[in-house]
């Protein structure tokens, strides 16, 4: 369950910041709910990961569809992904989630630094 809250909140605090705030405020919101909500070992890597990959790639989705995937196909092109959109959306998932999921890591560690525990 704990999980689950935990990847709920991240997606809503990180849906609301980036509305106001660059790219990285996904490392904010991962930050923040890795000090609140404090997973254990790898979750607190692999949950805020998760969470910021799927929005992401459901953003990605989203504003990509109006437009038939053109600008989506064209980008693909350009990288060396022979316009696999798929595996552009999947790309940009990864980023995200790797800037959420380290920031998810360091809010967990200074939670326990706070608290005292090793």
Not at 99 to 115: D, E, H, R, Y
Request: proline share 3%; glycine share 10%; hydrophobic share 60%.
């Amino acid at each position: 369950m704990k999980t689950f809250i935990n990847i709920i909140l991240t997606v809503a605090i990180a849906f609301i910041l980036g509305l106001f705030l660059p790219w990285w405020s996904v490392m904010i919101a991962g930050f923040i709910i890795g000090t609140v909500v404090g997973l254990k070992k790898a979750s607190s890597f692999f949950v805020p990961f998760l969470a910021i990959a799927l929005l992401w790639i459901v953003n990605a989705w989203f504003l990509a569809q109006p437009n038939d995937f053109t600008m989506t196909k064209k980008i693909a092109v350009l990288l060396p992904l022979e316009g696999n959109t798929f595996l552009l959306f999947l790309i940009t998932g990864v980023v995200g989630g790797i800037a959420a999921g380290v920031a998810g890591v360091f809010g967990n560690q200074c939670k326990q630094l706070i608290a005292g525990k090793k």
